[in-house]
């Protein structure tokens, strides 16, 4: 079966620095993007990676090993506005997206 | 202003009716998808389309049923054979999916609450 894994949730303070990790098993792997997700909303898109290594984009990084199946989303200068679920989603052989359960991040000040 | 609409914001209904959520998009996408979230959970599709009058069935579709006449409109009728209706509904749209990139964009969600 398909199968993605994430932290349930996470804590961090405000101003630190937090990685959230994902792995993920699946038919085949053509991409992985994260999402956030404020309580109550839809998921916006954060960020998207098919190739090893790491994109930066500002406060937020994420990071990709297709051989281990592993990414993980960093988050630098955390603000209260970072609480929020990030949702990790693989697209899979059959270009279909498989989406993770997602991590609470709770910042406190 | 493209985006894609989702109507109404919450949603109450008694058990046993059928009821119909709307999405719209104006982003001149070929794919839309129907999730539904449950709290604590992650995304279960529902229904997705490629193209205009065709539609396949997602993971969960047992109790659901949606139509596709037209490119910017996919909406999903929660009938009464669905068993815990009960959630938050989400509707996503793509340039296509059958491409390497593709991005969904999501509308604002249905909150729908059976009685």
């Known amino acids: 079966g398909q199968n993605i894994d994430q932290p349930t949730e996470m804590t961090a303070t405000e101003g630190a620095i937090v990685q959230i990790n994902c792995t993920y098993q699946?038919?085949?792997?053509?991409?992985l993007f994260w999402y956030q997700q404020h309580a109550g909303e839809a998921p916006t898109f954060l960020s998207y990676?098919?190739l090893d290594g790491l994109e930066e984009k500002g406060r937020f990084s994420s990071f990709l090993s297709r051989s281990k199946g592993y990414s993980y989303l960093l988050l630098k200068e955390l603000q209260m506005k970072d609480s929020a679920s990030y949702l990790c989603a693989v697209i899979d052989s059959n270009y279909q997206l498989i989406w993770g359960a997602g991590t609470k991040l709770i910042i406190k000040p | 202003d493209g985006g894609i609409t989702q109507s109404p914001k919450y949603l109450f209904r008694k058990e046993g009716q059928n009821v119909t959520l709307s999405c719209e998009q104006n982003l001149n996408h070929d794919a839309m998808y129907w999730y539904r979230q449950d709290p604590g959970q992650g995304l279960r599709l529902i229904y997705y389309?490629?193209?205009?009058?065709?539609?396949q069935k997602g993971d969960i579709a047992e109790g659901y049923s949606v139509s596709r006449e037209k490119k910017e409109s996919f909406p999903l009728t929660v009938t009464s054979a669905q068993k815990n209706p009960t959630a938050f509904y989400l509707c996503a749209s793509s340039i296509s999916s059958g491409e390497l990139y593709n991005e969904q964009f999501f509308g604002p969600g249905t909150r729908l609450t059976v009685l």
């Open positions: 990676n098919v």
């Open positions: 699946t038919s085949g792997f053509n991409g």
């Open positions: 389309s490629q193209i205009v009058n065709d539609f």
